[in-house]
C-alpha cells in the first residue's frame, strides 16, 4: 500500500509496469529462494530415506548375524574348553581364546557402527523435517525400541563368565523383533517418497489451548 500511493503520482500504465516490476523482484529474491530451499531439503529426505532403508535391509544384517555368530561362536569354545577339553596345550587355548574374543569384540564395533551411529543419524535427519509429523514420531519410536536392542547387543562381550544362552536367544529374537518394525516404518515411508505435513489437528488444538489459557489468565485478572 506504502509504495502504491508513493507511485500514485506516474502515469496508470507506468504505475502498472512499475508494480508489476516489484511483484517480481519480490518473487525472484523472496519466494522463489523458499521454494528452491524447500525442494532440496525434500530431495535430501528421500535420499535419507532410501539410504536407511537400503542399510537396514543390506548392509545390517550382515553385520547382525557376524556379530550373533561370533559371540556364540566364542561362548561354545569357551564351554568346551572349561568342561571337555581340559588336556589341550593351556598357551595354545588361551591363544585361540583370545583371537576369538578380539573377533567377535571387532564384529560388535562393526554393527555398532551401522546400528548405533549410522542408523541415529539417518533417523535424525529424515525426523527433522517435521519432527510432530504422526508417520515420523512413530518412526521416532521404532527407532526407540531398536536401539535398546541395539545397546544389548554390545554387552554380550563383557559377560562371558556368566553367559546366560536362553538370554541370548531371547536377545536376538527381540532383536529381530525391533529391526523388522523400523525396517516396516521406514518401507512405508520409501513407498510415498514425500514428506509429511505437520497435522492440521494438532495446530487446531494447539492453538485453541493457548487461547483458552489467554483467556483465562484474562478472568483471573479481571477488568
Known amino acids: 500500500m506504502q509504495i502504491a500511493t508513493s507511485l500514485s503520482w506516474l502515469p496508470p500504465i507506468l504505475l502498472g509496469a512499475a508494480l508489476a516490476l516489484i511483484a517480481q523482484l519480490v518473487i525472484q529474491r523472496l519466494v522463489v529462494p523458499a521454494v528452491e530451499a524447500r525442494k532440496r531439503r525434500e530431495d535430501r529426505w528421500e535420499r535419507d530415506v532410501l539410504a536407511l532403508g537400503e542399510l537396514l535391509t543390506t548392509e545390517l544384517p550382515i553385520r547382525t548375524e557376524a556379530v550373533r555368530r561370533d559371540l556364540w561362536l ?26 576369538l574374543r ?33 508417520r515420523l514420531v512413530k518412526l521416532k519410536a521404532r527407532w526407540r525400541g531398536f536401539h ?15 553367559f546366560d544362552e ?18 516396516d516404518e521406514i518401507t512405508l515411508l520409501a513407498r510415498d517418497l514425500r514428506p509429511p505435513r505437520k497435522p492440521h489437528f494438532r495446530r487446531v488444538r494447539r492453538t485453541y489451548a493457548s487461547a483458552r489459557s489467554a483467556l483465562g489468565r484474562k478472568s483471573v485478572k479481571g477488568p
Open 166 to 183: 536362553e538370554k541370548f536367544r531371547e536377545h536376538w529374537v527381540y532383536e529381530k523383533k525391533v529391526t523388522t518394525a523400523l525396517t
Open 74 to 99: 566364542l561362548h561354545t569354545i569357551n564351554v568346551s574348553f572349561n568342561t571337555g577339553h581340559r588336556d589341550i596345550d593351556p598357551v595354545r587355548r588361551d591363544q585361540v581364546v583370545r583371537e
Open 148 to 162: 535398546v536392542g541395539a545397546i544389548g547387543v554390545s554387552l554380550w562381550d563383557h559377560v562371558q563368565e556368566e
Open 102 to 134: 578380539e573377533k567377535a569384540e571387532e564384529s560388535v564395533i562393526s554393527y555398532k557402527t551401522v546400528a548405533d551411529t549410522r542408523v541415529k543419524w539417518l533417523v535424525d535427519r529424515i525426523v527433522s523435517i517435521q519432527p510432530e509429523a504422526e
